[in-house]
């Protein structure tokens, strides 16, 4: 049985309230429901959101030796973020990079990750669904 975290960064607490024409128009909270239902077969699914990138690595350090994968949606980190970058290095679970949004149809500082080279994969521009993608990426892995 699988244990996979759900990371979410800045911002992201305002789903469903923020940019719905980007982000679309739904809460994570819900849609986090509903993959709890799709995903029943996996031991453990949780979540964590946090607008403070001390406490995204510190979740990363915590669940980095004894989860099976990360999906972590850095937000605005991604561009920014060596701290995250090296936190995703030193642990040994996989991480998966998601956004909702097509990052490249975006501004052009979105078009480049730090952290993406010290990720497993990236799933991008597919809305609340690229969390489902790279939860079936562990669970079919």
């Known amino acids: 049985m699988k244990k996979i975290l759900i990371l979410n960064g800045p911002n992201l607490n305002l789903l469903g309230r923020r940019e719905p024409g980007i982000y679309g128009a739904r809460g994570f909270e819900d849609y986090f429901e509903e993959l709890k ?81 010290a990720c497993r994969g990236v799933i991008c521009g597919f809305g609340l669904d690229s969390y489902r993608l790279a939860i079936e990426s562990f669970v079919n892995a």
């Open 37 to 117: 239902q799709r995903f029943a077969d996996v031991a453990e699914l949780s979540y964590f959101q946090s607008n403070h990138e001390g406490d995204l690595l510190d979740k990363l350090h915590e669940v980095g030796f004894s989860y099976d994968g990360v999906v972590l949606n850095a937000g605005a980190y991604t561009h920014t973020s060596i701290a995250l970058q090296d936190a995703i290095r030193g642990i040994q679970t996989p991480v998966v990079e998601v956004h909702i949004s097509n990052v490249h149809e975006r501004e052009e500082f979105r078009h480049r990750s730090l952290i993406s080279c």
